[in-house]
Nanobody, 118 residues
Framework: VQLQASGGGLVQAGGSLRLSCTAS????????IGWYRQAPGNQRELVGL???????NYADSVKGRFTISRENAKNTVYLQMNSLKPEDSSVYYC?????????????WGQGTQVTVSS
């Protein structure tokens, strides 16, 4: 499975961006699909994810500002980011996990840069 992330860019504080993650495989049965981010010198952290039954989980730092949604027909998950802050600047990675006979298997996209200017 390949994940193609897009939608990053440069935006002013308070602005919005929408990231997209399109999978080469069917996402309907994915355990979860979500977004992580990693800034230089920091560990990769969860931003938010959506499960196969539509439950969402967000980092406290983005709750109320970011929203994850999925469009199964397009095998695509979106991350709508509003009220962006400079501290949201990071490389954002799409992640998808499936259950296999040998256990959970994770796939990662290539990352897309988000830069929020103050």
């Amino acid at each position: 499975v390949q994940l193609q992330a897009s939608g990053g860019g440069l935006v002013q504080a308070g602005g919005s961006l929408r990231l997209s993650c399109t999978a080469s495989g069917n996402i309907v049965n994915a355990l979860s699909i979500g977004w992580y981010r990693q800034a230089p010198g920091n560990q990769r952290e969860l931003v938010g994810l959506i499960t196969s039954v539509g439950r969402t989980n967000y980092a406290d730092s983005v709750k109320g500002r970011f929203t994850i949604s999925r469009e199964n027909a397009k095998n695509t998950v979106y991350l709508q980011m509003n009220s962006l802050k400079p501290e949201d600047s990071s490389v954002y990675y799409c992640n998808a996990a499936w259950s296999t006979l040998t256990g959970r298997k994770d796939y990662w996209g290539q990352g897309t840069q988000v830069t929020v200017s103050s």
